[in-house]
C-alpha cells in the first residue's frame, strides 16, 4: 500500500511523518503522472485558492476523474475545501468527491485559531483537534455520516472512501484518524 500526499502546498511534511509513524510508504503528488500506483490520496491542509490553481490542468483533471471513480481521498481544512461539492459563496472549481457544503474560515481569522479535544465517532473520545482558519461543513447530503462535532458545527465527516475534517490531525501526535483513513477507508 502507498498512500500520495498532494504536494502543492501546506501540511504536506506533516502528513508524511504521520502517516510514516504508521509504518506507511508514503509519496509527494505534484504532477499527475505521480498519482499512478497510489491506494490512496491525503489532500492537506494550506489555502484551497492557492492549491486550486497550482494543480489546474492535467492534475486537476486527474484528480476529478479519481474523485469521481470513488478512489480513497483525505481532506483536512483546505483539503476538504476541494473535496467538498459546493463551498459557500465560492467560485473556485472543486473535486466534488464528497455530498458536504463548506464555509471557509468559519472558526475565525489566523488569531482565533485554537485547540480542543473532539468525540470522535468509531475513533474515540478526546481526540486531538487544531483548528486553523477551519471551514465547518454547512450541509451534508443524504449519505455522508457526520463524525465529529465542534459548538454545534460538523467538523469532520466521511461518505464512501471519501474522509475529511476541518482541523488538522498531522499537527498532533494522535495517529487516529489518519490510522482510521488506512485502515477503513483505503482497506474498504
Known amino acids: 500500500m502507498t498512500i500520495g500526499v498532494l504536494g502543492l502546498q501546506g501540511a504536506v511534511r506533516e502528513h508524511l511523518t504521520s502517516l510514516s509513524r504508521l509504518g506507511i510508504p508514503t509519496r509527494v503528488v505534484k504532477r499527475?503522472?505521480?498519482?499512478?500506483?497510489?491506494d490512496g490520496l491525503v489532500l492537506p491542509?494550506?489555502?484551497?485558492?492557492?492549491?486550486?490553481r497550482l494543480a489546474a490542468g492535467e492534475l486537476f483533471t486527474r484528480l476529478q476523474e479519481l474523485a469521481?471513480?470513488?478512489?480513497?481521498?483525505?481532506?483536512?481544512?483546505?483539503?476538504?475545501?476541494l473535496l467538498a461539492k459546493a463551498v459557500d459563496g465560492g467560485r473556485a472549481a472543486t473535486l466534488a468527491a464528497i455530498d458536504i457544503a463548506v464555509t471557509r474560515n468559519a472558526s475565525g481569522r489566523q488569531v482565533d485559531s485554537f485547540e480542543t479535544r473532539l468525540e470522535v465517532d468509531?475513533?474515540?473520545a478526546d481526540v486531538p483537534?487544531?483548528?486553523?482558519?477551519?471551514?465547518?461543513?454547512?450541509?451534508?447530503g443524504p449519505n455522508v455520516v457526520p463524525m465529529a462535532v465542534h459548538e454545534g458545527s460538523v467538523v469532520m465527516a466521511r461518505e464512501g472512501k471519501v474522509l475529511v475534517?476541518?482541523?488538522?490531525?498531522?499537527?498532533?501526535?494522535d495517529l487516529r484518524v489518519h490510522r482510521y483513513f488506512v485502515e477503513t477507508m483505503v482497506t474498504l
Open 129 to 140: 483537534a487544531v483548528f486553523i482558519r477551519a471551514p465547518y461543513i454547512t450541509h451534508t
Open 45 to 52: 491542509g494550506g489555502e484551497s485558492t492557492t492549491m486550486t
Open 68 to 81: 469521481l471513480s470513488g478512489f480513497p481521498m483525505f481532506g483536512t481544512c483546505a483539503g476538504m475545501i
Open 165 to 173: 475534517t476541518s482541523f488538522h490531525p498531522e499537527l498532533t501526535d
Open 122 to 124: 468509531t475513533i474515540g
Open 32 to 38: 499527475a503522472a505521480e498519482l499512478k500506483g497510489l
